[in-house]
């Protein structure tokens, strides 16, 4: 069988020690040390963060994914209208689709109107940007993997052959 | 109405009462009833079964798949297991006449045994080992002889002593592989020379293999796949341990045509066929499951090290188990029997482990440890254990110092 690799064990569970991390794998501490240094060495690791659930923080952040079809540029393509997008702080996420649209944004502001007028002032008046599609997020189920309501757990037995 | 008369022996089958009760049930009713207890003591994953695989079932009833089977299953369900045998582990099996889909692997013990067994005929068993062997064969007629496995040989058998026990009237071998509840594989040399003993006395083997996929050091040998135990061998697995399909009591057997003939004539009087939904969902287990079977042997891998070298730093002697997800070290040095040891520790620290003695005599002076447990909950036992220990050693001490 394939053991997971330290990177996998990370991604799993950013917060895992060089220690934890020797122990499950059946390697050293200082070779579990060694590998997650050249992870963050090489940029591999580009940071941790913590998954939270916006319903019981209190805040009233508001998110919208936003479809954005541009006009590449000759050279550059799309690489410079979306860095010229992505560098917005407001751009939690920028990925290049495929599809009827080119960019697809996460916008995270304060209010509805923050989000609104990003969006009528920053985003759809930059040359190439040809058209915007805003969706408001709803309700969050599920985060990179995590479900976010807890669901009822099973009992299983004390004790079992 | 006259009142209910004492109950004689003579009132229920006197076979049946002379089986002892599962040391698990016995240790089992200590904990009912409890609450906040950590329990390494289950037999079964703590995953939930693999969401696509309840998708499937779901999906089957809302077709109105709410028939039965034929006896032997669904043969889209037997072509599955028969095409997931030959890729995996190398055997080929026919799905129309060499497989049948059971009720689990315990009722494909039982309808194999009973498909086998003639009165007077003897069937060995390698323990420590899972609890059902002994007494089914019981109920099944035969006499059981026991070979003892023990921790100085790694839960290896002796194969001199296994041959000592064979006798003209021996019919049939348990081999549990991986095994519960010592998480011993056995190495390829050793079933080579159990092959040997098997074709020289002309035995049959029931090898129960649904652990396989919870190997962990080295490859899973597949007992058939040896030179001439296709022949002479019914495999029993399953999809309880390695889909985490325990409540979907889903098995199969599969073997030589003419013992699976008998077995699935034994299963359509008593079982039928296995529910229809569970197939279809074992269907889909066996096409796609392959990613989440392994991410879960990945987790068990990592928990494994993480007990054993929890229970070794406690100062409970174990061996690094190589399959299934169980660890089962000595208790020996305490001075307690493994029940006391178990009742105790259930009784002071509320962790639920499970007596050795309970698969069998040579299990003594050991427990079980399931690490199909979250790593909290097994670093919360761990941390209690060890607590437990260290308040018996002064004890220990003074008794001996008086």
């Known amino acids: 069988m394939m053991s997971r690799t330290v990177l996998q064990l990370l991604r799993a569970e950013g917060r895992l020690s060089a220690p934890e991390i020797a122990e499950r794998l059946g390697i050293t501490p200082a070779e579990a040390a060694a590998e997650v240094k050249r992870l963050h060495d090489e940029k591999v690791i580009l940071g941790y963060r913590a998954i939270i659930n916006p319903e019981k923080t209190g805040e009233d952040s508001v998110l919208a994914i936003i479809e954005v079809k541009v006009t590449p540029q000759r050279e550059v393509g799309f690489d410079a209208i979306a860095r010229r997008i992505y560098k917005f702080p407001e751009v939690r996420t920028c990925y290049l689709m495929s599809g009827t649209y080119d960019l697809l944004l996460l916008v995270e502001g304060e209010s509805l109107r923050q989000v609104a007028s990003f969006v009528a002032e920053k985003l759809a008046t930059l040359e190439h940007v040809s058209s915007t599609t805003t969706h408001f997020l709803l309700r969050k189920y599920k985060e990179d993997g995590l479900v976010i309501h807890e669901e009822d757990e099973t009992e299983r037995l004390a004790v079992s052959a | 109405m006259s009142p209910v008369p004492h109950k004689t022996p003579s009132r229920v089958s006197r076979l049946v009462e002379s089986l002892p009760p599962s040391g698990i049930r016995k240790f089992f009713d200590l904990v009912i009833g409890r609450e906040d207890i950590v329990s390494l003591g289950v037999g079964e994953p703590d995953f939930a079964t693999p ?247 990945a987790a068990y891998d990592e928990r494994r090290r993480v007990i054993t070298n929890g229970l070794r730093a406690i100062g409970l002697p174990c061996i690094l188990p190589a399959g299934a997800f169980y660890v089962f070290p000595s208790i020996a040095h305490t001075g307690m029997t493994s029940e006391q040891f178990c009742t105790e520790l259930l009784n002071q620290t509320n962790v639920a482990v499970v007596p050795g003695n309970a698969f069998g005599e040579s299990g003594e002076g050991h427990v079980r440890c399931a690490y199909a447990a979250s790593l909290e909950q097994i670093r919360t036992a761990l941390d209690r254990m060890g607590d437990f220990i260290g308040a018996l050693r002064p004890l220990k001490n003074h008794a001996l110092a008086q």
């Not at chain 2, 779901?58 to 028969?82: F, H, P």
């Not at chain 2, 039982?110 to 059902?132: F, H």
């Open chain 2, 51 to 297: 969401w696509r695989i309840c998708e499937a079932a779901v999906y089957a009833i809302e077709r109105g798949q709410t028939s039965y089977t034929s006896n032997r299953g669904l043969i889209a369900a037997r072509n599955a297991i028969a095409d997931y045998l030959q890729n995996r582990f190398g055997v080929e099996y026919h799905p129309a006449t060499d497989v049948c889909i059971t009720v689990g692997v315990s009722q494909g013990i039982d309808i194999t045994l009973r498909a086998i067994v003639n009165p007077g005929d003897e069937v060995i068993v390698i323990e420590p080992c899972y609890v059902a062997y002994r007494p089914m064969a019981l109920l099944a007629g035969a006499e059981v002889r026991i070979l003892p496995t023990f921790m100085r040989d790694g839960f290896q058998p002796d194969l001199e002593r296994l041959e000592s026990l064979v006798t003209p009237r021996t019919k049939a071998l348990f081999l549990c592989n991986p095994n519960n509840p010592t998480g011993t594989t056995y190495a390829r040399a050793t079933l080579e020379g159990i092959a040997d003993i098997v074709r020289r006395h002309d035995l049959i083997v029931l090898s129960d293999e649904v652990y396989a996929e919870l190997t962990y050091e080295g490859e899973h040998v597949c007992f058939p796949t040896l030179d001439g135990m296709r022949e002479r061998t019914v495999l029993l697995s399953g999809f309880s341990k390695a889909w985490a399909m325990t409540g979907w009591r889903l098995g199969y057997i599969a073997g030589p045509r003419d013992i699976i003939e008998m077995a699935v004539k034994v299963h359509q009087y008593s079982m039928m066929c296995a529910p229809i939904m569970a197939q279809y969902a074992a269907i889909e287990a066996l096409k796609n499951g392959r990613r989440d079977v392994d991410d879960m042997v």
